[in-house]
């Protein structure tokens, strides 16, 4: 049987990166401390607890970058589940660019292909600087929503945190049923 690793003397965040740490050869982490923050902790009604980390570079979260760890009722680590990206630490997390100019640069690749649209009528949203794996390369990117606020568009862009050069978009709208009276 595994030892006990959650005995309730400290958070599990704290035993999860502890215990992660003594794991380092089997996941390819260097610094689990340094390269993982708390998303979510919870505990579920068979008692089990359920450890979700965001890999991180530099304060700047790995999309897609995730470490699970579950344990029994007893604390002992059951499994773990992961999409962490090893070998990201030579990264340059530094962005040329601000966010600002990411979103306008995303706005304008929008706007170029909706010309029946006002320049002003496309907003972006939920910016954040991230580093994201696009045609196998690790690159630092301002992710950001565009939407019309005249038409149903939101795209997902990803924009170049060094140069400003639109790299991916996708469609983002979600479908709705809707029924109306009239």
Not at 53 to 59: D, G, K, N, P
Not at 155 to 176: E, H, I, P
């Amino acid at each position: 049987r595994s030892r006990v690793v959650l005995d309730g003397a400290e958070s599990a965040f704290i035993r999860t990166v502890s215990w992660l740490d003594t794991q380092k050869a089997l996941f390819r982490v260097r610094d689990a401390k340094a390269e993982f923050r708390l998303y979510r902790e919870h505990k579920d009604e068979l008692g089990m607890t359920h450890v979700r980390l965001t890999q991180m570079v530099r304060a700047v979260p790995v999309v897609s970058g995730e470490m699970c760890v579950h344990y029994d009722a007893e604390g002992r680590v059951t499994s773990t589940d992961s999409t962490y990206e090893p070998e990201l630490e030579g990264v340059d997390t530094t962005p040329s660019i601000s966010a600002s100019e990411a979103e306008t640069a995303a706005r304008n690749h929008v706007a170029a292909d909706h010309k029946d649209i006002e320049a002003t009528d496309f907003s972006s949203s939920n910016t954040e600087l991230v580093i994201e794996r696009i045609d196998g390369e690790a690159r630092l990117v301002y992710r950001t929503d565009v939407g019309a606020s005249v038409e149903p568009i939101l795209f997902r862009y990803s924009v170049d945190a060094k140069t400003g050069r639109v790299l991916t978009r996708f469609t983002n709208l979600q479908t709705a049923a809707l029924s109306a009276r009239g």
